[in-house]
């Protein structure tokens, strides 16, 4: 079980972990959002920095939010008394236009 929902979490076969460094901007797609993650790495086309896509995410607004939430509450869990998750949440939502 996990606190996104009450089914039970399988894994039917062996899925590795994914090293992210960052995210793209959130594109919207109708109802469903797409979330780009990246790594950075350096070029081996000029030896200068790059983003390089490991993973691309879709999921409705409402899931990407639920998860997001959990992220922050797990991120804030140590270092943030519990009402102050609430607020950072909040502020994470309202933030640049170009971010969401």
Do not use: W
Request: with cysteine; hydrophobic share 40%.
């Amino acid at each position: 079980m996990n606190a996104l929902t009450s089914a039970p979490t399988v894994e039917p076969f062996c899925i590795s972990d994914t090293f992210v460094t960052g995210a793209g901007p959130l594109q919207l797609m109708g109802d469903n959002l797409r979330l780009t993650l990246h790594v950075l790495q350096r070029s081996t086309y000029d030896g200068g920095t790059e983003n390089a896509v490991v993973s691309k995410i879709v999921g409705s607004r409402n899931d990407m939010l639920k998860i997001a939430a959990a992220i922050l509450s797990a991120c804030n869990a140590r270092s943030t008394p519990s009402d102050k998750v609430v607020e950072n949440f909040m502020e994470f939502l309202e933030g640049p236009t170009g971010r969401h």
